[in-house]
Nanobody
């Protein structure tokens, strides 16, 4: 059974940092491109970042470029998202997801992914 379990979210002040993790199991993690997406309250999904199977290629949404860094450790079957200089507009539930089509659309739907986790809440507020 494919499982993706996110962790690391929380409440942080503007300008702060968080590191999200996503533990993968039930599939050959190292063979798959992975992504982070987010959903703000009352809004649809927003693509955040994608990383290829060996971690050698990454892409970011303009809204997070220069502030967020996606990475992976294939030996640990884990995906990461380092988030720096957080803004209130980054408040959302963050999901790791396995895209079933590339490139990931800026405003994807759940059907664009083969699997996703339960999400982790990130709240940025003073």
């Amino acid at each position: 059974e494919v499982q993706l379990v996110e962790s690391g979210g929380g409440l942080v002040q503007p300008g702060g940092s968080l590191r999200l993790s996503c533990a993968a199991s039930g599939f050959t993690f190292s063979s798959y491109t992975m992504s982070w997406v987010r959903q703000a309250p009352g809004k649809g999904l927003e693509w955040v970042s994608v990383i290829n199977s060996d971690g050698g290629s990454t892409t970011y949404a303009d809204s997070v470029k220069g502030r967020f860094t996606i990475s992976r450790d294939n030996a640990k079957n884990t995906l990461y998202l380092q988030m720096n200089s957080l803004k209130p507009e980054d408040t959302a539930v963050y999901y790791c997801a396995n895209p079933s089509q590339l490139p990931v659309r800026p405003r994807p739907s759940w059907t664009d992914f083969g699997a996703w986790g339960q999400g982790t809440q990130v709240s940025v507020s003073s």
